[in-house]
C-alpha cells in the first residue's frame, strides 16, 4: 500500500478555492439552453425521471434540484460548449473509459 500523497500550498489553496467554488447552472436554464429531455437531464444529474420533473413543476409537488445537481448541469454545459477545446491528452485522462 502506498503512502498517501502530501497537501502542500498549492494543493490546500485549490482544495480552497474548489470548495468556495459557484459554478451552477439551473434545471430550467440547461433546459432552454439544449434541446434536452428531462430524462437527459435526470441522466446528467444521477436523478430519477421523476424526480427531474419535480424541478420543473409548480405548487406543492415541486421539488428543488441540490448543489451536487446544479454542479452537473454546469459541467455538462461546460463539456458541451467547450468539449472540442479540451486538449486531447485532457479528454483522454477525463474520458478514457468511454472514448
Known amino acids: 500500500m502506498r503512502k498517501p500523497k502530501t497537501l502542500g ?18 434545471p430550467i436554464e440547461f ?4 434541446d ?5 437531464i435526470a441522466s ?3 436523478r430519477s425521471d421523476s424526480t427531474v420533473r419535480g424541478w420543473f413543476k409548480h405548487g406543492k409537488n415541486q421539488r ?7 454542479f452537473n448541469l454546469a ?13 486531447e491528452h485532457l479528454r483522454r485522462l477525463l474520458f478514457s473509459n468511454y472514448t
Open 44 to 46: 446528467i444529474c444521477y
Open 36 to 40: 434536452v429531455s428531462y430524462e437527459q
Open 64 to 70: 428543488y434540484p441540490n448543489r451536487n445537481d446544479l
Open 31 to 34: 433546459y432552454t439552453k439544449w
Open 75 to 87: 459541467l455538462m454545459d461546460f463539456f458541451l460548449e467547450h468539449f472540442e477545446e479540451i486538449p
Open 9 to 26: 500550498k498549492r494543493e490546500i489553496h485549490l482544495i480552497t478555492i474548489y470548495s468556495l467554488w459557484d459554478f451552477q447552472m439551473a
